[in-house]
């Protein structure tokens, strides 16, 4: 990993090779004798000595170029700046340094038309694309250009961050950009097959946990590429038997993220991670159903078998009283009622878009009706009675948490709940869900 060197006088090859290797001693010492060489480049790569510091990593050689440079956005042969080398690399610290340093985020190489943010998804840096995410939120691009836009740059073939993320089998990226608001369905250019979406490119790369992904956040299995195949068709032609399966347009619809709902983009990070268990654990069981059914297929593999409840006491916490199954997790703001992880997604993907304005209205709360504005963490028993010892005085009765409350609300959710009331059941009746 690292740019090789390729320069010809005998000074700059030390020099280089100083840089290369982190030897900051050396480094410091050849600037002091020379300091125009801070200037010269590698003879075919036209690789700077911030260049080669980027993309090995050598952050301390990168500060101590940095002060002597103007600007950190050098173009090597490639017009690459080394903020692209960091990123395809995945150094983050020499990310972070040259964000902090001004590096533009939005510049384009001449090999692909790519940005850095196209290449931390394309090698699956995940913490770089975030930090590259994070910057846009405040340098001139949201300005300039908006955020919503920067996340779904295309580079010179048409292709956005999350179809290379796609295509590459990172799916760690592939979340992080759905969630930071890449387009599920957007079509590319020239990329892969024309007209392919993140979908067709994760099936033809037979990445599971991309497809998964890409369904669970609204992926048209149905869309077609300018050469007329579906996802599915792509995935047979390169034998992603399991792939193919998932995206079969006979098998069942996956449970779809609620994104349009204004409180589910609002939630706290602890709030959305139970949310985004229980859609996985929906979304696994609807899977393995599939995939039996398949021949010489293996069951969905787990990926969140650490995250059940399974080793909460059920008499250190409350059940959730509208499946009495699983431990209540989330709790309605105002309120005050608990539900289950479980429950409470399967609300929010009930939800059917208003026909007029073909909005999204707020799920309301099943036991007293109230519109659900935001969803908090519940907090247990134990956590309760500490802040209770502490504030005894000056305070007021309780509101009773009596969940039974409202039953004619309970009996109208219980049967939309459908099997939802089951640890691991994932399918909500035997309705078609409309997608949000």
């Known amino acids: 990993m690292g740019q090789g060197l390729s320069c010809n006088p005998t000074h700059d090859h030390h020099f280089f090779r100083a840089v290369q290797t982190g030897d900051l001693e050396s480094v410091e010492c050849i600037l002091r004798s020379e300091p125009s060489i801070i200037h010269h480049t590698t003879a075919y790569e036209r690789l700077s000595a911030l260049h080669i510091a980027a993309a090995n990593g050598r952050v301390e050689v990168l500060c101590l170029v940095l002060d002597r440079l103007v600007k950190p956005d050098l173009l090597n042969r490639n017009k690459q700046t080394p903020l692209m080398l960091a990123a395809m690399h995945g150094k983050i610290s020499c990310v972070q340094k040259l964000i902090e340093a001004g590096a533009n985020i939005l510049m384009f190489d001449s090999l692909h038309g790519r940005s850095c943010l196209h290449y931390a998804a394309y090698y699956g840096h995940s913490d770089c694309l975030q930090a590259i995410l994070a910057a846009a939120h405040s340098t001139p691009v949201a300005d300039s250009w908006g955020f919503a836009r920067f996340v779904n740059v295309r580079d010179g073939n048409g292709a956005t961050p999350l179809h290379l993320a796609a295509r590459q089998r990172r799916p760690d990226c592939v979340h992080f950009l759905l969630d930071s608001g890449a387009l599920v369905c957007a079509s590319t250019g ?3 097959s024309p007209g392919s979406t993140p979908l067709h490119l994760a099936a033809r790369g037979g990445c599971l946990d991309c497809v998964r992904e890409l369904l669970a956040w609204g992926a048209n299995r149905l869309q077609r ?5 579906i996802p599915y068709n792509v995935a047979l032609k390169r034998n992603h038997r399991a792939c193919a399966a998932l995206l079969n347009p006979t098998s069942a619809e996956p449970l779809v993220w609620p994104s349009p709902i204004k409180f589910i983009s609002e939630l706290n ?3 959305k991670i139970l949310l985004e268990r229980a859609l996985m654990e929906a979304n696994r069981t609807r899977e ?13 593999p787990s990926h969140s078998d650490e995250a059940t409840n399974d080793d909460v006491p059920e008499n250190e916490t409350d059940l959730c009283c509208i499946c009495f199954d699983q431990v209540c997790t989330l709790e309605v703001q105002d309120c005050g009622h608990q539900m289950c992880a479980h429950c409470t997604l399967a609300l929010c993907c009930h939800s059917k878009p208003n026909p007029v304005t073909s909005c999204m209205p707020s799920p309301v709360c099943p036991f007293c009706r109230s519109n659900i504005a935001r969803l908090v963490v519940a907090k247990s028993r134990d956590e309760e009675k500490d802040k209770e010892n502490q504030s005894k005085s000056k305070r007021g009765p309780r509101r009773s948490r009596n969940l039974s409350e409202g039953s004619s609300s309970f009996k109208g959710l219980s049967s939309a709940m459908g099997s939802f009331g089951k640890r691991g ?10 997608k949000p």
Not at 225 to 229: N, P
Not at 292 to 297: F, H, Q, R, S, V
Not at 425 to 434: F, Q
């Open 288 to 300: 393995n159903n599939i995939l039996k059914e398949t021949t010489c297929l293996s069951p969905s």
């Open 425 to 434: 059941s994932g399918r909500v009746a035997d309705e078609p869900i409309d």
């Open 190 to 192: 020239g990329y892969g």
């Open 225 to 229: 590429d300018l050469s007329g195949r």
């Open 269 to 271: 990070s602890d709030a």
